[in-house]
C-alpha cells in the first residue's frame, strides 16, 4: 500500500487562483490540478492507495468553513485532516469539534498561520488532542519578513509537553525548506523524541537530494518513523515513488516509508 501523507487540494471555483498565487509566492509550478478530481485522477496514474488531504486555514475566520469543506469530502480514498488557528476564540472547543465530527487527525502550519508553535494559545488545543488525533505540523522555511519559527526546538518543546501527542513533522523537519545543515538540529531535538515522525516532502521532488543522501537522512531519522509525503500538487507523486524505489534503502525501508509507517498511525490512538 502506498500512502501520500501530505496533498492540498481546493474547491473547484478557487483551485485555479490559488494554484496561480502558490506558483507567483513559492516558485513551484503545481504538477497536477489542485482539486479532489485532479489528485484522485494523480494516484490512479501512480498507484497512491490513500491520501491525507491536509487543511489550512490562514486566518482563525476560515477555520469554520475550511473544516466543513474536508468533512464532505467524502472519499474513502482521502482522509481529511482539520485545521485550527491560536486566534480561535476556543481552540481546544475546536479540537473536540474536530474529533467530534470524525476526523483522524490535524494540520497546523505555522509559517503561513504565522506563529510559533510553542505558542502558549495552542496548548489547551495540544492537551485536547491527545493520543485521539495526529497531528502535522509544518517545519522550516520562511523569509526574512516572517522568519523560521518552527524550529527543531521550538517544535521538541511542543511534544516534551505533550508527550501524548501523535506528530508527524513535515519536510524531514525542516531539511526540506532549511537546507542540509539543520539535519543536527532535527537529530538532536527530534529524533529522541519517541512520539514523533517526519515526513518526506521536499518542493519540488526528492530528486533534488540524490539517493545516496535520501538514504542517510532515512536512517539517521529511523526508517521505521518516516512517511511518504510529496507536498501535492507541488510535486509529482510518481516521481518521489519512483526516485524512493530506486535508492538505495533496503526493501523492507521501502516498504515502511512508502505507506506501512502511515498505515500504523492512521489506525493507531
Known sequence: MIIDFHTHIFPDQIAGKVM???????????????T???????????????????????????????NTWL???????LIPFATIHPECPD?????????????RGIKLHPLLQRYSPD????FPAYAEMGEDLVVVIHAGGGDAARGNTSTPGAL?????AFPRLRAVVAHFGGLGLSGAGILSEVEEHLVPLQNVAFETSHPPGLRELGPEFFARI????GASRVVFGTDYPLVSQGEDIEFILRSPLKASEKERVLGQNAQ???VGG
Open 20 to 34: 496561480e498565487n502558490i506558483e507567483r509566492g513559492l516558485g513551484y509550478k503545481p504538477v497536477a490540478l489542485g
Open 36 to 66: 479532489r478530481a485532479g489528485l484522485r485522477q494523480h494516484m490512479a496514474d501512480h498507484g497512491v492507495d490513500l491520501a491525507v488531504v491536509l487543511g489550512v486555514a490562514i486566518t482563525a475566520e476560515h477555520v469554520a468553513s475550511t
Open 71 to 77: 468533512a464532505e469530502l467524502g472519499e474513502p480514498a
Open 91 to 103: 481552540p481546544a472547543a475546536e479540537v473536540a469539534r474536530i474529533k467530534q465530527a470524525g476526523f
Open 119 to 122: 505558542d502558549p494559545r495552542l
Open 156 to 160: 521538541a518543546k511542543v511534544f516534551k
Open 218 to 221: 532515512v536512517s539517521r531519522l
Open 264 to 266: 500504523e498511525l492512521l
